[in-house]
C-alpha cells in the first residue's frame, strides 16, 4: 500500500484531521518563502501534541546543514526533506551527522533524467513538477508516463511521488508510477497553508484504495 505524506502543515486542526484521516506522514516546510511556511515553533507545538511515530518531515531549502540539524533536534522531526539546490557532498555531510531518514527532491522538467538521482547518499527520492519560480506547491503534474518505467526501476521500494497530485488524479498516478509514497500539498488546500479536510480525506482514501 502506498504510503500518504501530507504536505505544507501549519496548524493542529489539519494535522489531526489527517492523522485521523489515515496519512502515514505530515510535512513541515521551513522555506521562508513558501506561503506554507510554519516556524520551528509552531511544529513542535503540532508535534508534541499530535505525535506521528516516525512520520515528520521537515522541508528545507538550501539551508545550512547545522542549522537544518538544529531545527530537527528542536523540533523532534523523524526525517529531513531537501527541496533545493544542496550538493551530493552537503547530502553526505548531513547523513554523517544525523540518523534521521532524508528525502532529496528532484524536478522534473523535459531535459530531467531519473539515473540524476541516482548515486545520491539518500534514504528516499522525490519527483517534483520543475518550475523556474517555485520549490514545489506548484498544482502542476509531469508526464508520469514517461518516467514511470525509470522510476520503478531505479526506485522499486522508496520512491515519492509529487507534483500536481489531488484527490482526481492520484489512483491514477499510483497505478503508472507505482512510487512507495505520495506528496501532496496544494491538491488538498482551501487556500494556501490551509487544508480542505474533505480533499484531504479523499486523497488519503484514493490513495490507499489504489491499485
Not at 486542526?13 to 502515514?24: I, K, L, N
Not at 502542476?140 to 522508496?158: I, K, S, Y
Request: net charge negative; aromatic share 10%.
Amino acid at each position: 500500500m502506498t504510503l500518504v505524506k501530507i504536505c505544507g502543515i501549519t496548524n493542529l486542526e489539519d494535522a489531526r484531521h489527517a492523522v485521523d484521516s489515515g496519512a502515514d506522514e505530515l510535512g513541515f516546510n521551513f522555506y521562508e518563502r513558501s506561503s506554507r511556511r510554519t516556524s520551528p515553533k509552531d511544529a513542535r507545538k503540532i508535534v508534541d501534541s499530535l505525535p506521528i511515530s516516525g512520520g515528520n518531515v521537515g522541508v528545507f531549502v538550501n539551508k545550512e546543514v547545522e542549522q537544518v540539524l538544529e531545527i530537527a533536534a528542536f523540533v523532534g522531526l523523524d526525517g529531513i526533506q531537501l527541496h533545493g539546490d544542496e550538493t551530493q557532498a552537503y547530502v553526505t555531510d548531513l547523513r554523517k551527522r544525523t540518523k534521521l531518514f532524508v528525502i532529496k527532491a528532484f524536478r522534473v522538467s523535459s531535459q530531467f533524467s531519473v539515473s540524476d538521482a541516482m548515486d545520491w547518499d539518500i534514504s528516499c527520492p522525490l519527483f517534483d513538477t520543475y518550475s523556474p519560480n517555485e520549490r514545489g506547491g506548484t498544482g502542476r503534474t509531469f508526464d508520469w508516463n514517461e518516467f514511470a518505467t525509470d522510476v520503478f526501476l531505479c526506485f522499486p521500494g522508496n520512491a515519492y511521488l509529487a507534483g500536481g497530485l489531488s484527490p482526481d488524479n492520484v489512483s491514477e498516478a499510483i497505478r503508472i508510477v507505482r512510487p512507495y509514497a505520495v506528496d501532496v500539498a496544494s491538491g488538498v488546500e482551501s487556500s494556501p497553508g490551509k487544508k480542505d479536510p474533505k480533499k484531504v480525506t479523499a486523497f488519503i482514501k484514493a490513495a490507499k484504495e489504489a491499485i
